[in-house]
Nanobody, 124 residues
Framework: QVHLVQSGGGSVQSGGSLRLSCAASGYTFSSSCMGWFRQAPGKEREGVAAIDSDGSIIYADSVKGRFAISKDNNKNIMYLQMNSLKPEDTAMYYC??????????????????WGQGTQVTVSS
């Protein structure tokens, strides 16, 4: 059974940093597509960053140069390092797994499993 358990997040002032973690179990983590998504109040869920099965990485334009996604295949944990945070980054953040897709990218419907979500709040 697939489980994704998130940690990290919280409140920070504009310009600050936070790191999110997503601990995975129940599938072959190392060869799976993994991604981070976020949803602000009243808005649709959007892709933030993703790592495909071949290790290629994609970022949303809004976070390029500020966020970094990584995976520790020995620990089965995915991270999202968020630097230079802005108030518009405020949202509920979700990790997601796509164990059977070669290239899921930031496409929401390719992801089968989701973490519980963690709130990130950036104040100005």
């Amino acid at each position: 059974q697939v489980h994704l358990v998130q940690s990290g997040g919280g409140s920070v002032q504009s310009g600050g940093s936070l790191r999110l973690s997503c601990a995975a179990s129940g599938y072959t983590f190392s060869s799976s597509c993994m991604g981070w998504f976020r949803q602000a109040p009243g808005k649709e869920r959007e892709g933030v960053a993703a790592i495909d099965s071949d290790g290629s990485i994609i970022y949303a334009d809004s976070v390029k140069g500020r966020f970094a996604i990584s995976k520790d295949n020995n620990k089965n944990i995915m991270y999202l390092q968020m630097n230079s945070l802005k108030p518009e980054d405020t949202a509920m953040y979700y990790c997601a797994a796509s164990p059977w897709t070669v290239s899921a990218g930031l496409t929401l419907h390719w992801y089968n499993y989701w973490g519980q979500g963690t709130q990130v709040t950036v104040s100005s």
